[in-house]
């Protein structure tokens, strides 16, 4: 259901897509910043066996059509000016025709995506991280199994006949769906360049490919992976299809967005806040003293630097992937909010502590936060999980160790006297090890080259006040919300923006809407 937010006086809007893990997510924003109209759907997943997971392109596109209708209804469409995608970086398979293949061995064409998440082709990482080849110094020294290369060999490897030998294109997700909007079939260099090896300046490295063994990706210019390349912002094409403009009820020809990442876009959003007038310690530092953690299905943390920073462990230094002219760094812990959810809902009090949450219009999350707060006056938290234990490391560990073979665990040798006590203890004792990780991606990032002040958080577990007051107790700095939390939507509205020519750029609209906004930005200082 879409939900308005804001005022509607007249002016321009432009709107946002955000594909995550689990929904698909859109927002009409105007030229402030302001979400106007916010609407979801969620979009199905498949887990066929044990660390494959899959989506459907077709079923997200709908997804996409669906919200985007939403959000737009009651606006003159004459003031809709531009179009951003984000979205997972999950890869999108389809024939010569752009007919989508199958990525599993039922054959089944409809589900046609392998998920970020998807761990399916461990052997063809560790085979690539053995060639030692140079393009792995941009990604911390050790490719991760979450990348596109591995999961182009498996497809090789274990599909040639269904799948491979028939692909035509292989899209990251969000320029999948820059391209179903637009026909153009370009790349975001934000994509190619974080997740397909690409560098944005030298292109493409023909000797990686062929030691790997996926030597026939060079073949016709790389015209399967990419060969037109743009910068996240750019205006694609002639602007949004008639047939696209009919299906996402938007109107033909408005400018449609080279993508983003959907972590990236986060970091748009946040990372280049005005801050001046609250009495923060970054006021007056410069933008690189921050570090954006997107906090979400998993955490992303991204730090920019002038010059490329080589951090062990953290994916990067990337150029120009996020904010233009930047060398980007990014961090990341697998699945946080997923384990804190898998953590919660598997216990046999779910049911009746949903329900009870239900009764107060409040979210599990912060009925358990109410709760806790009672036991904490008896207490100091950092007691009440002293027998709970958890390793958060269920899906690998991204950075700094970059070990995908690790494993989660929970030791737990107190019995709590009630049920809704051992639910909570279980969120308490699960957002713990996320904070330390968290220091230790600032920790291998300083010790590298990076000067870090403050923390910028945005994404789901952002507005969860445990996660946040935890965060800024463990890495003792300033923590500093927006007021507008959906700043991923935000950063993939100011890449229509930027499309459509009302903003120089990129850059220059993420100044400016965190100018204008900043006077209505609540800001928290820990």
């Not at 985007?68 to 010569?96: E, P």
């Not at 085979?127 to 498996?154: C, D, F």
């Not at 280049?272 to 007056?284: K, P, Y």
């Not at 462990?313 to 699945?335: K, R, T």
Request: glycine share 10%; charged share 15%; proline share 5%.
């Amino acid at each position: 259901m879409a939900v308005p937010r804001g005022d509607r006086e007249p002016g321009s809007y432009y709107v946002g897509v955000d594909v995550g893990t689990g929904s698909v997510r859109a927002a009409l924003v105007d030229q402030r910043g302001t979400l106007v109209a916010f609407a979801d759907q969620p979009v199905n997943q498949w887990e066929p066996q044990f660390n494959h997971h899959e989506q459907s392109s077709e079923d997200i596109w709908a997804a996409c059509c669906v919200v985007t209708k939403k959000v737009v209804q009651g606006i003159n469409l004459n003031r809709i000016r531009g179009l951003g995608f984000d979205a997972t970086c999950s890869l999108v398979v389809l024939d010569k025709e752009f007919r989508p293949l199958p990525v599993n061995h039922e054959g089944d064409p409809h589900r046609n995506i392998i998920m970020w998440l998807d761990h399916r082709a461990i052997s063809q990482v560790h085979r690539i991280n053995e060639t030692k080849h140079s393009v792995l110094q941009y990604v911390g020294g050790v490719m991760s199994v979450e990348m596109q290369a591995p999961k182009l060999l498996w497809l090789k490897e274990n599909l040639r006949e269904t799948c491979w030998d028939k692909a035509g294109h292989f899209f990251d997700l969000p320029d999948f769906l820059s391209w179903k909007a637009t026909g153009v079939p370009a790349r975001s260099l934000c994509s190619l360049v974080c997740k397909w090896t690409y560098s944005a300046e030298k292109g493409w490295d023909d000797s990686f490919w062929k030691v790997i063994g996926l030597e026939d990706l060079i073949a016709n210019n790389y015209n399967k992976i990419g060969n037109k390349v743009l910068p996240p912002g750019a205006s694609l094409g002639s602007g949004l299809t008639p047939e696209a403009a009919k299906d996402l009820g938007l109107p033909a020809g408005i400018a449609v967005a080279a993508s983003l990442i959907d972590a990236h876009a986060g970091g748009l959003g946040v990372i280049g806040a005005d801050v001046r007038g609250h009495g923060l310690a970054c006021e007056g530092q410069p933008v690189t003293s921050r570090l954006a953690v997107i906090c979400g299905t998993s955490s992303c943390h991204m730090g920019i630097s002038k010059n490329p920073i080589f951090v062990p462990g953290v994916w990067g230094p990337y150029f120009s992937a996020m904010v233009p002219g930047f060398w980007l760094n990014e961090g990341g812990q697998s699945v946080t909010g997923k384990l804190i959810d898998h953590m919660v809902q598997g216990h046999a009090v779910f049911p009746e502590l949903q329900a009870k949450a239900t009764a107060r219009c409040q979210s599990v999350y912060a009925y358990l936060n109410s709760h806790l707060d009672l036991i904490k006056k008896t207490q100091p938290v950092g007691f009440l999980t002293v027998d709970l234990h958890v390793w958060p490391d269920f899906h690998g560990n991204r950075s700094p160790l970059a070990d995908l073979t690790l494993k989660g665990m929970v030791s737990n040798s107190h019995k709590h006297s009630t049920s809704f006590t051992v639910a909570t203890m279980l969120m308490l004792a699960s957002v713990f090890p996320f904070k330390f990780g968290t220091r230790l991606i600032i920790e291998a990032m300083e010790t590298a080259g990076h000067s870090i002040s403050t923390l910028f958080l945005c994404g789901g577990l952002s507005k969860n006040p445990l996660f946040v007051q935890m965060h800024a107790d463990i890495t003792g700095m300033p923590v500093v919300l927006s007021q507008e939390v959906e700043s991923v939507l935000v950063g993939a509205a100011i890449l229509g923006a930027c499309a459509s020519g009302d903003f120089a750029s990129v850059q220059n609209h993420a100044s400016q809407i965190g100018l204008l906004h900043s006077k209505r930005r609540t800001l928290q200082e820990h």
